[in-house]
């Protein structure tokens, strides 16, 4: 689709209106189309989106179904939406739902769906149709592999029912566009970001001001505040550490590039404090980007993505069973009195063991921990809840770790024993007793670094004061005195220092806030 | 259990007489340090921490143990009140009071029963706690970014002071020949003539 008509650029993401569809019955002022591409990405009609709502962690996705131009020149999309499962506990009572799975709204009312701007669009979303209904074309297996997510049932927002039948049309769009496209789908667009810089707060504020005023249907919606985030769109700066050479089937590959990342507003802390707000900013979209690429490129979470969607697509034709309550049992873990002597690995100083270990394989990372947590209890955990012994330490704290986040170093006894540890950490969910879920990663341990390349210290080369008081002033430790240059460096040095750890501070509280926002989210604390 | 609070008590008695000392240069080794901090009280022990970790130019740690908490609380205002140097120039060393979390081999917490559980991913809760793990794994990252950019600053700095450090002795130097008569003579000499600078 060639964009026929081009909106005027503005000085955030472009945007291009594709082919029309026609003007509107009641005002002619208004201009359907049918497809538009926004950031580089283009959108069809009945495409699924990602949305996002501010101060929720995951996107909303719906399907678009009708996008226009006002006659002031605001560009509307109106989404159908889908339901996610934790949405709609209440009304699922004893069904039984599958992961992955999302209910698309159905009836009359409200939540089902919105009319938003098109800025409030994320992403592409691939949502594939299960249904058997005749009129769905059957996904291929090559869609299911690529999907994210995949719906058969329906949640009709009036009678709050869930239901596989699907009716003749929703939201007045017959329900032939809910279903798969009959054709091949085009793999969701994948362009890599190239570095334009982080848009000036100014004009951030200003799309703040004109996407305020949105546009809402007559129908309340489920979202009753504006749908706009507040939006810093950072493009990548920075090449992220590992490669970036993703494969076009992967996961991740459909949540666009653009990385939604919050504003983080404090007013008045002065130059410091604004050093913090975009070194965090940066560092988020930095840490959100890297994080999609690393997870992508382990194999075994892909491969358990795509056996999961094909294993319960085998077994939605299974009654439904049980009630949806915590069954897990509650693991005790008790101190085990000290044997004589393990002797099952020699007695290395603990440097050299983690070197070892390293090689080998065998060394995990747990993270998360209670930072109170004694070696010997973190060897207890270990042992009861993943039945391994093994030898852990706590890695000690320094000036600038979390103060909430215990690390220790565990050495398994086999690298296969160490891989099933993270797998099974990662698959399932370890939670400790503050709630708090351990987060198990590979060790690796930096090397240790040359002595003389330590910044900051500077020796007079080249020329070389023979004088008695210099050498011996290098050599021993002492105060600066005030009226010399070393006095006045140093103080430079004391004032980075100084920074840096307001810096770490404002980091940790912030990084506390989010993890106490989401763990009052648990329903069922040990 | 009375020998479990005994060791507890012991170990925060030591928190509280300990010092942190931290951007140390590597060259230091601990009797450098011991020798450097004996001016201010009686150093028991001193311990450099290996950072596992995070990046190495930060430098090393140390924990001092001092025989009093006085002792170390004197040493901590002192040295961030003024610039203290340790084995190298300008850097200062920077000293804060430690956590318990800083040491090595903690005793236990008498009395604390720890529980845990596996969630599956039928639990209410599951979805919630993928969620934290995410969380703290980007929180991993983003202090990793931190430190990174605070290295990148350190050492801008570093350059920034050597650059000007040379530049002052460069000028010293000139100044010293002038001064020292040592320009008219060598003037006579190879029969050259200099501006007469002023003295």
């Given at each position: 689709?060639?964009?026929?008509?081009?909106?005027?650029?503005?000085?955030?993401?472009?945007?291009?209106?594709?082919?029309?569809?026609?003007?509107?019955?009641?005002?002619?002022?208004?201009?359907?189309?049918?497809?538009?591409?926004?950031?580089?990405?283009?959108?069809?009609?009945?495409?699924?989106?990602?949305?996002?709502?501010?101060?929720?962690?995951?996107?909303?996705?719906?399907?678009?179904?009708?996008?226009?131009?006002?006659?002031?020149?605001?560009?509307?999309?109106?989404?159908?939406?889908f339901f996610r499962p934790t949405e709609v506990t209440h009304w699922l009572g004893n069904i039984k739902v599958?992961?992955?799975?999302?209910?698309?709204?159905?009836?009359?009312?409200?939540?089902?769906?919105?009319?938003?701007?098109?800025?409030?669009?994320?992403?592409?979303?691939?949502?594939?149709?299960?249904?058997?209904?005749?009129?769905?074309?059957?996904?291929?297996?090559?869609?299911?592999?690529?999907?994210?997510?995949?719906?058969?049932?329906?949640?009709?927002?009036?009678?709050?029912?869930?239901?596989?039948?699907?009716?003749?049309?929703?939201?007045?769009?017959?329900?032939?566009?809910?279903?798969?496209?009959?054709?091949?789908?085009?793999?969701?667009?994948?362009?890599?970001?190239?570095?334009?810089?982080?848009?000036?707060?100014?004009?951030?504020?200003?799309?703040?001001?004109?996407?305020?005023?949105?546009?809402?249907?007559?129908?309340?919606?489920?979202?009753?505040?504006?749908?706009?985030?507040?939006?810093?769109?950072?493009?990548?700066?920075?090449?992220?550490?590992?490669?970036?050479?993703?494969?076009?089937?992967?996961?991740?590959?459909?949540?666009?590039?653009?990385?939604?990342?919050?504003?983080?507003?404090?007013?008045?802390?002065?130059?410091?404090?604004?050093?913090?707000?975009?070194?965090?900013?940066?560092?988020?979209?930095?840490?959100?980007?890297?994080?999609?690429?690393?997870?992508?490129?382990?194999?075994?979470?892909?491969?358990?993505?795509?056996?999961?969607?094909?294993?319960?697509?085998?077994?939605?034709?299974?009654?439904?069973?049980?009630?949806?309550?915590?069954?897990?049992?509650?693991?005790?873990?008790?101190?085990?009195?000290?044997?004589?002597?393990?002797?099952?690995?020699?007695?290395?100083?603990?440097?050299?063991?983690?070197?070892?270990?390293?090689?080998?394989?065998?060394?995990?990372?747990?993270?998360?921990?209670?930072?109170?947590?004694?070696?010997?209890?973190?060897?207890?955990?270990?042992?009861?809840?993943?039945?391994?012994?093994?030898?852990?330490?706590?890695?000690?704290?320094?000036?600038?770790?979390?103060?909430?986040?215990?690390?220790?170093?565990?050495?398994?006894?086999?690298?296969?024993?160490?891989?099933?540890?993270?797998?099974?950490?990662?698959?399932?969910?370890?939670?400790?007793?503050?709630?708090?879920?351990?987060?198990?990663?590979?060790?690796?341990?930096?090397?240790?670094?040359?002595?003389?390349?330590?910044?900051?210290?500077?020796?007079?080369?080249?020329?070389?004061?023979?004088?008695?008081?210099?050498?011996?002033?290098?050599?021993?430790?002492?105060?600066?005195?005030?009226?010399?240059?070393?006095?006045?460096?140093?103080?430079?040095?004391?004032?980075?220092?100084?920074?840096?750890?307001?810096?770490?501070?404002?980091?940790?509280?912030?990084?506390?806030?989010?993890?106490?926002?989401?763990?009052?989210?648990?329903?069922?604390?040990? | 259990?009375?020998?479990?609070?005994?060791?507890?008590?012991?170990?925060?008695?030591?928190?509280?007489?300990?010092?942190?000392?931290?951007?140390?240069?590597?060259?230091?080794?601990?009797?450098?340090?011991?020798?450097?901090?004996?001016?201010?009280?009686?150093?028991?022990?001193?311990?450099?921490?290996?950072?596992?970790?995070?990046?190495?130019?930060?430098?090393?740690?140390?924990?001092?143990?001092?025989?009093?908490?006085?002792?170390?609380?004197?040493?901590?205002?002192?040295?961030?009140?003024?610039?203290?140097?340790?084995?190298?120039?300008?850097?200062?060393?920077?000293?804060?009071?430690?956590?318990?979390?800083?040491?090595?081999?903690?005793?236990?917490?008498?009395?604390?029963?720890?529980?845990?559980?596996?969630?599956?991913?039928s639990d209410p809760d599951f979805e919630v706690a993928m969620k934290m793990k995410r969380i703290v794994r980007?929180?991993?990252?983003?202090?990793?970014?931190?430190?990174?950019?605070?290295?990148?600053?350190?050492?801008?700095?570093?350059?920034?002071?050597?650059?000007?450090?040379?530049?002052?002795?460069?000028?010293?130097?000139?100044?010293?020949?002038?001064?020292?008569?040592?320009?008219?003579?060598?003037?006579?000499?190879?029969?050259?003539?200099?501006?007469?600078?002023?003295?």
């Amino acid at each position: 689709m060639f964009p026929l008509q081009e909106a005027e650029e503005e000085d955030s993401p472009e945007f291009n209106w594709g082919a029309k569809k026609g003007k509107g019955a009641h005002n002619k002022g208004v201009q359907f189309y049918k497809s538009f591409t926004y950031d580089g990405v283009e959108f069809n009609l009945y495409d699924c989106v990602n949305m996002w709502r501010p101060g929720e962690e995951e996107p909303d996705i719906g399907k678009i179904v009708r996008a226009w131009e006002t006659t002031t020149r605001k560009r509307i999309v109106k989404v159908v939406w889908f339901f996610r499962p934790t949405e709609v506990t209440h009304w699922l009572g004893n069904i039984k739902v599958l992961p992955n799975e999302l209910l698309l709204a159905s009836g009359e009312g409200v939540g089902l769906s919105n009319c938003n701007l098109v800025e409030a669009i994320t992403g592409k979303c691939n949502v594939v149709c299960t249904s058997t209904d005749r009129r769905n074309p059957q996904p291929k297996d090559k869609d299911l592999e690529t999907a994210e997510f995949f719906f058969y049932r329906t949640f009709d927002v009036r009678t709050r029912e869930i239901s596989e039948e699907f009716p003749n049309s929703i939201a007045q769009i017959e329900m032939e566009h809910f279903f798969n496209k009959v054709t091949d789908r085009e793999q969701p667009l994948y362009y890599g970001g190239n570095g334009s810089l982080e848009k000036p707060q100014s004009s951030l504020s200003s799309r703040e001001a004109t996407t305020k005023t949105a546009l809402k249907d007559g129908q309340q919606g489920r979202n009753t505040q504006s749908m706009l985030p507040p939006v810093t769109l950072v493009k990548q700066t920075k090449s992220s550490k590992e490669d970036v050479a993703m494969p076009r089937t992967d996961q991740c590959s459909t949540i666009s590039k653009r990385q939604v990342t919050e504003v983080v507003d404090k007013g008045g802390q002065g130059r410091r404090g604004n050093i913090s707000e975009t070194d965090k900013t940066v560092a988020r979209t930095e840490a959100k980007h890297s994080y999609c690429t690393s997870s992508t490129s382990l194999s075994d979470s892909h491969a358990l993505k795509k056996r999961k969607l094909q294993d319960l697509l085998g077994t939605t034709s299974s009654d439904q069973q049980k009630v949806i309550k915590s069954t897990s049992q509650v693991i005790e873990v008790t101190t085990r009195v000290k044997e004589g002597a393990s002797t099952w690995f020699k007695e290395q100083p603990w440097n050299e063991r983690l070197q070892v270990a390293q090689e080998r394989g065998t060394l995990v990372l747990l993270e998360n921990l209670d930072p109170s947590y004694a070696s010997a209890e973190v060897e207890d955990i270990v042992r009861h809840a993943l039945e391994q012994k093994v030898c852990a330490k706590m890695v000690p704290h320094n000036t600038f770790s979390n103060p909430l986040n215990g690390k220790a170093f565990v050495i398994f006894k086999s690298s296969k024993a160490a891989e099933n540890a993270i797998f099974e950490l990662r698959r399932r969910c370890l939670m400790l007793g503050d709630g708090r879920p351990v987060v198990a990663r590979r060790g690796t341990i930096e090397e240790p670094m040359k002595s003389r390349d330590f910044p900051g210290h500077l020796s007079i080369g080249k020329i070389k004061f023979q004088r008695e008081e210099m050498r011996k002033a290098v050599s021993t430790s002492h105060y600066s005195q005030s009226n010399t240059i070393e006095h006045v460096m140093g103080v430079e040095w004391r004032v980075l220092q100084e920074e840096s750890s307001l810096r770490w501070k404002a980091l940790h509280q912030e990084q506390a806030a989010e993890i106490q926002r989401l763990s009052s989210k648990l329903k069922t604390p040990i | 259990m009375e020998a479990l609070f005994e060791e507890c008590a012991i170990f925060e008695d030591k928190v509280k007489r300990t010092v942190y000392i931290d951007n140390l240069s590597p060259l230091a080794k601990e009797s450098v340090v011991k020798a450097a901090l004996d001016q201010f009280g009686n150093v028991i022990q001193v311990k450099i921490i290996r950072t596992y970790l995070e990046l190495q130019s930060m430098g090393r740690a140390a924990l001092v143990e001092m025989q009093n908490t006085d002792e170390a609380k004197t040493i901590i205002s002192e040295i961030c009140n003024s610039p203290f140097m340790i084995s190298g120039m300008p850097r200062p060393v920077r000293a804060r009071s430690p956590v318990a979390e800083m040491f090595d081999g903690r005793p236990r917490k008498p009395g604390r029963r720890i529980v845990c559980r596996w969630l599956e991913s039928s639990d209410p809760d599951f979805e919630v706690a993928m969620k934290m793990k995410r969380i703290v794994r980007y929180h991993a990252k983003e202090a990793n970014f931190l430190l990174k950019r605070q290295s990148e600053e350190e050492e801008q700095l570093t350059k920034e002071q050597s650059e000007s450090l040379n530049t002052i002795y460069k000028f010293e130097l000139v100044q010293h020949v002038f001064n020292g008569g040592t320009a008219t003579r060598l003037a006579k000499h190879y029969k050259m003539h200099i501006a007469d600078v002023h003295q």
